[in-house]
């Protein structure tokens, strides 16, 4: 009996030792085929990416040697990602934490649930993916830059020229009609000042006028009536009207006599543009003698291209050096802004202000020109290195693990001291690649990491 006892429990556990054996085979098998599904492995060609064959060999288009591609868990689970991207998801309308995949009545206050929307960002879409093999890692030092919101100020340099300016420009004018008999400015580019003599007349309307004055003088001196008064009067004021000063004809009433040529001063100060005035030549009344231009503040026009005409505005401040003046920084102010552009140049006219009273600029003297703008609110910037502009988009490559890359077109704004504003397409602190994106790229070209040079025929390289 005791027999037969030990021979059922030997046999037991035979059968449980066997049974323990087998089922460490199927737990083994069964980790050993989730490694393998964990890992996938193909053979492509770097010339033609959308060859892919599952044992080495040669490229059937150009013969090459295949080239071995390895994805591990992470580029799998990306591409189970995509399946299931686009998976709806439903949310309680008021509770949008809480989510199910079915759509049902929301637990918390009983309501339909409602599909989750889509967050679509066209100018973040996802180019290109890489990983790196560890042998490539240890070559590969690439910078990073995390995608940091700062301040950000614009300098724009400009080239103007001095011009006159046209709120200081003026003249020497007939106030009456007569005939030149001298002339006492000698040429263009002359400075003349307020009471410099500049020319003689000859003016038959005049005379009568003076003759008039000594007569209505004359018989005030008698008769101290107030009708002679308003006479005497009258004929001042009409002589100061023409250009006649007060001691000129104080003079002729001492005289007694009004000459035949009567001289004429300047009323206004500044250099001669324009000499009208020649012996013999016969004005009339409101022709100019002369034109002036007074250069105590001269404009300083300067073109804005196109791109940066929107960040002009009046007020801002501009710095200013000239050849003629060299080592100094004249500063000035924005106070014009042509509110057409330039169709030929596709630049735009701005102008300042600048004072002059030494004389030392010019009309035609050349100015380098610094605007500096600071750009409204904080954006996001990344470095200018970091962007790939391939002339119909722009991409920049972000890292996204040790060995793994992403390329992300961007929308870009306004850029500044090497940094570029990111309207769209970036989040921050996103680390972006500035020393090495090219090799990332050239990385992506040869083995298809683009999108758009995948499952195409003999795709042409393409951004």
């Known amino acids: 009996m005791n027999r037969l006892m030990g021979t059922l429990i030997f046999m037991f556990l035979l059968i449980t030792g066997a049974s323990c054996q087998n089922e460490g085979s199927k737990s083994s098998g069964a980790t050993e085929e989730h490694k393998h599904s964990n890992s996938e492995t193909y053979y492509t060609c770097s010339m033609h990416p959308q060859v892919k064959e599952d044992k ?143 020319v003689d007349i000859y003016s038959p309307k005049l005379i009568t006028a003076g003759e008039e004055y000594l007569l209505a003088r004359e018989s005030y ?43 004429l001063y300047s009323n206004a100060t500044g250099i001669v543009r324009s000499r009208n005035a020649i012996v013999g030549k016969y004005f009339k009344e409101g022709q100019n003698f002369f034109e002036l231009s007074d250069l105590a503040d001269v404009w300083v026009e300067m073109d804005v291209y196109e791109h940066d005409s929107a960040l002009v505005s009046i007020g801002q401040k501009v710095e200013l050096k000239f050849s003629a003046i060299p080592g100094k920084v004249i500063h000035g102010e924005i106070d014009f802004i042509n509110p057409v552009l330039d169709q030929k140049s596709r630049t735009l006219k701005v102008r300042t202000t600048i ?13 380098n020109a610094v605007l500096n703008i600071n750009i409204e609110g904080m954006p996001l910037v990344i470095p200018r290195t970091a962007i790939i502009d391939t002339g119909k988009r722009k991409v920049v490559w972000v890292k996204v693990s040790k060995r793994g890359f992403r390329a992300k077109t961007i929308q870009t704004g306004y850029e500044s001291e090497g940094y570029v504003a990111v309207r769209d397409g970036l989040r921050e602190s996103e680390e972006v690649v500035v020393e090495g994106n090219f090799l990332l790229d050239a990385q992506a070209q040869l083995f298809g990491g683009y999108e758009n040079m995948q499952n195409t025929e003999a795709a042409p390289h393409q951004h």
């Open 355 to 367: 004072e002059n009273s030494h004389g030392k600029l010019k009309p035609g003297m050349i100015a």
């Open 221 to 263: 001196t008698k008769n101290k009536s107030k009708e002679f008064k308003d006479m005497l009067e009258q004929s001042r004021e009409r002589l100061r009207q023409w250009g006649i000063k007060s001691f000129q004809f104080e003079k002729w009433f001492r005289q007694n006599k009004v000459p035949r040529k009567i001289t």
């Open 56 to 198: 080495p060999g040669k490229c059937p288009i150009c013969h090459m040697n295949l080239t071995k591609v390895e994805l591990d868990e992470s580029d799998i689970e990306e591409k189970n990602h995509k399946v299931l991207k686009h998976q709806v998801i439903w949310q309680c309308k008021d509770f949008p934490d809480v989510t199910s995949q079915v759509q049902e009545v929301c637990p918390l206050d009983g309501t339909p649930m409602v599909k989750k929307p889509v967050l679509q960002n066209k100018a973040a879409k996802i180019v290109a993916k890489l990983k790196l093999r560890k042998a490539q890692v240890k070559h590969f030092k690439p910078d990073f830059f995390p995608a940091t919101k700062m301040k950000m100020t614009k300098k724009i340099r400009l080239l103007g020229s001095v011009l006159q300016s046209e709120e200081k420009e003026s003249n020497i004018p007939a106030r009456i009609g007569g005939r030149v008999e001298k002339v006492y400015v000698r040429s263009t580019g002359s400075l003349v000042q307020i009471g410099d003599l500049v």
